[in-house]
C-alpha cells in the first residue's frame, strides 16, 4: 500500500482569505496539486461584499482543485457554555480558541449545528465539507460521534477516523504558536513522523506561519514531498 501524508491549512475565514488565497496557489504550486483547507465558516461582523468576495473566493478553490474541510464555527468561543473543568483548562491553554472543549452533548451537538448552517450559507447547499477539524483539537467525547453521524471524517491530534469508523493514526507537526528557539524541534518533529513506517502523518499550516516561518514550512513540504510518500486528500483516504 502507498504510505501517504496530509497537508492541511488551517483558519481560512473571511476576515485573511485576501491574503491567505495567494499562499494556497503559492504551496499548490511547490507540490504540484492543491490539498486540504480548513475553513471558518461564521462570517458575523463582516459585510456584505466582503462575505460575497469570500464566497467566491471559496468556490474558485474548489474549482481549483482545493479540498475544503469545516473547522469549528468561530474558532473563538464566546461564553463558557458549561464547560468541563478539561474544557476550561483547555480554553486557558488556547487562549479561548478550543471551542469544542469540554462541552456538554447538547451543546456540543448546537455548536456543530451552528457551524454546519453557517457552511450551507457559505456554499448555498452545494459543496459538502470533507472533513470536521475542531479548533486546536480539544474536543469533548461526544464531538467525534456526532461529526461521523453527519457523514463527516473527523481528526483529532493523533487520529483521523472516517465517517465509517476506519481509523489512521495520524501524528501532526505544527510550527503555530511554536517559539522560534523550537523551530527547529518542531522542523525535527515534522521530519520524524514523515519518515516512520507506519501511519498518516499530518503538516498542518497556519496563516501565522507566512511570511515570517515560509522558509522552514517550504522546507518541511519539500522533505514530505522528498519522501516515499504520497500526498493525499481526506477524501482519498
Known amino acids: 500500500m502507498c504510505k501517504r501524508f496530509l497537508l492541511c491549512f488551517h483558519d481560512l475565514s473571511v476576515w485573511n482569505f485576501r491574503t491567505v488565497v ?11 496539486r492543491a490539498f486540504s483547507v ?11 461584499r466582503t462575505v460575497s468576495e469570500f464566497r467566491e473566493a471559496l468556490h474558485l ?8 474541510s469545516l473547522h469549528g464555527y468561530k474558532h473563538k ?14 480554553m486557558n491553554l ?8 469540554g462541552l456538554s452533548e447538547f451543546e456540543s451537538g448546537r455548536l456543530l449545528r451552528e457551524a454546519e448552517s453557517a457552511w450551507k450559507q457559505l456554499f448555498a447547499g452545494g459543496e459538502r465539507p470533507a472533513a470536521f477539524i475542531p479548533p486546536t483539537w480539544y474536543s469533548n467525547r461526544f464531538l467525534p460521534h456526532q461529526v461521523r453521524n453527519m457523514g463527516m471524517l473527523y481528526e483529532n491530534r493523533f487520529m483521523v477516523v472516517k465517517a465509517n469508523g476506519k481509523r489512521y493514526f495520524s501524528p501532526v507537526t ?4 511554536i517559539p522560534d528557539a523550537l523551530m527547529n524541534t518542531a522542523f525535527g518533529f515534522g521530519k520524524f513522523i514523515l519518515d516512520l513506517p507506519v501511519g498518516l502523518p499530518r503538516i498542518a499550516l497556519h496563516p501565522v506561519d507566512f511570511p515570517d516561518r515560509k522558509a522552514k514550512v517550504y522546507d518541511l513540504v519539500r ?13 482519498e483516504l
Open 22 to 32: 495567494p499562499v494556497l496557489g503559492t504551496l499548490k504550486d511547490l507540490c504540484g
Open 38 to 48: 480548513l475553513v471558518i465558516p461564521c462570517t458575523d461582523g463582516a459585510d456584505e
Open 61 to 68: 478553490l474548489v474549482a481549483d482543485g482545493f479540498e475544503l
Open 77 to 90: 468561543a464566546e461564553f463558557s457554555q458549561g464547560r468541563s473543568y478539561f474544557g476550561l483548562m483547555s
Open 94 to 101: 488556547t487562549g479561548g480558541e478550543a471551542e469544542f472543549a
Open 174 to 177: 505544527s510550527f503555530a504558536g
Open 223 to 235: 522533505a514530505a514531498l522528498g519522501s516515499d510518500r504520497k500526498l493525499a486528500l481526506y477524501s
